[in-house]
């Protein structure tokens, strides 16, 4: 039987929307494993930093400096129902943490406000240590709850960590300052 124009019309349709297909499912596989660094931070709830973190030298305002004992301290403030900032790190930070780190830093000067910060070992003693147990993160409370952190086992957060723009991105999504 002779080839029709008609079915090499329908294969041509076929041929066209199997290729459109796997276009869009090879740009999604793309996206995702880029990291998404085009998306927009998506927060359910934020903050707005408290005036005493605000117009400051931007140095961090360390939690063992501050007490005896830091997790307890980090405790009080969460039972008083603050609302701030912390930045946990582990005790000797070195490759992408110690990046991560100067983003922070930088971060701290440049807008003149400041977070408080504590290292991993004391955070296990305290009442953070229920939801945060990967570091370095960034972690935002809002009256004495955490609203969002940087969660350093999550590929959804790559991004954040891997830039000062994507941290400035996530930050300024979570705080107001």
């Known amino acids: ?9 329908k294969k041509l349709i076929i041929i066209a929307i199997a290729t459109l297909v796997a276009l869009v499912i090879f740009g ?16 359910e709830d934020s903050i707005v930093l408290d005036a005493e973190y605000k117009n400051t030298d ?8 501050k007490s ?6 980090l405790d009080e403030m969460i039972e008083s129902k603050k609302s701030f900032v912390l930045y946990v790190s582990l005790p000797i930070c070195n490759g992408d943490a110690a990046e991560f780190k100067q983003y922070v830093l930088d971060f701290q000067r440049k ?6 910060y504590l290292t991993s070992d004391y955070i296990k003693d305290s009442k953070v240590y229920e939801t945060v147990k990967y570091y370095p993160s960034v972690i ?25 723009d994507g941290f400035l991105r996530w930050l300024k999504a979570n705080v107001k300052y």
């Open 111 to 116: 807008e003149k406000v400041s977070f408080y």
């Open 140 to 164: 935002i409370f809002k009256e004495g709850k955490i609203i969002n952190y940087l969660k350093y086992d999550s590929d959804s957060d790559v991004a954040y960590y891997k830039s000062y």
């Open 1 to 9: 039987m002779p080839k029709t124009k008609r079915n090499t019309n």
């Open 58 to 65: 931007g140095t961090q305002i360390e939690i063992a400096k």
């Open 28 to 43: 999604f596989v793309l996206f995702v494993i880029l990291g998404g660094t085009g998306k927009k931070v998506e927060v």
């Open 68 to 73: 005896e004992d830091p997790a307890r301290f």
